[in-house]
């Protein structure tokens, strides 16, 4: 069951076309990785499928036209963390995974206990209970991070955009943030779409892989169909090699310098 479809999405900025006849179809529970070189579209079509970006074609949510749809309606749908979410000054950990349930409440609504119960068993599984009560700001990176996908968890939406979510992590914590998403894909049935640079952490973790270039699919599949050598060196304009290392796709750049004896 497709749970997102985007037809025929097109994005011209000024003179320049971002994104030209793009189609997608994103199955329910599936996690899908949109990859491409800079400036392939990438974060604008995350966006555009997110309803956050306007353009021609259609996108739909668990068969809503988002178009048609009030912010409010699309956050219940779906939702969506950017690369690098505003963090409100002074504001606790505990009340900003609350606001992941706004969307659920009424205009002029308050949270009753079943909201609270789940932002208390989003922390549990984020391990970010003992931090309810810090300052965003007094945060690290790592704990920051699960906090922006734990407020987006807390809204209960059938499907989570993700726009480069380990940026500016370290490798430990890109891992580490990319087995939280995992986890809570499987224990909560979410379906997953993101944006990544790399290449070799996207194959690892996602079910299918979209290959944008100069705003179009060039490639779509499996991490194994679109990962290919010769092509990735051509769309990247740099010396590419894809490896087999046990069960895992490995892309590493590869230098043409000599090496001394």
């Known amino acids: 069951m497709r749970i997102c479809v985007a037809e025929n999405v097109g994005v011209r900025l000024g003179q320049a076309t971002v994104l030209d006849d793009v189609s997608i179809g994103v199955s329910a529970g599936e996690w899908i990785a949109i990859v ?99 300052n965003l700001e007094s945060l690290s990176g790592g704990e ?42 499987r224990e909560r049935q979410i379906t997953v779409v993101m944006t990544m640079h790399d290449l070799t952490l996207a194959a690892q973790y996602s079910d299918r892989m979209a290959l944008l270039s100069d705003g179009r699919v060039v490639a779509e599949g499996s991490p ?10 051509t769309l990247y304009r740099a010396r590419i090699k894809v490896l087999k290392v046990d069960d895992d796709i490995v892309v590493v750049p590869i230098s043409n310098q000599e090496r001394s004896p």
């Open 36 to 134: 491409g070189p800079n400036g392939a579209g990438k974060t604008t079509l995350l966006s555009v499928m997110a309803g956050l970006l306007g353009s021609s074609g259609t996108v739909s949510i668990d068969g809503h036209d988002l178009a048609r749809l009030s912010p409010r309606q699309r956050a219940r749908l779906l939702a969506y963390v950017p690369q690098q979410p505003e963090v409100p000054p002074g504001m606790s950990v505990n009340s900003y995974v609350l606001l992941g349930r706004t969307p659920h409440l009424s205009p002029l609504g308050v949270e009753g206990p079943r909201d609270f119960a789940i932002v208390e068993e989003v922390l549990d599984q984020l391990d970010l209970r003992g931090l309810g009560h810090r």
């Open 144 to 185: 920051l991070q699960r906090c922006h996908l734990a407020r987006a968890i807390a809204q209960s939406t059938p499907i989570v955009f993700l726009d480069e979510p380990t940026t500016s992590l370290d490798l430990g914590h890109q891992q580490q943030a990319l087995d939280l998403i995992e986890r809570l894909r």
């Open 224 to 233: 194994s169909q679109v990962l290919e050598s010769n092509h990735l060196s």
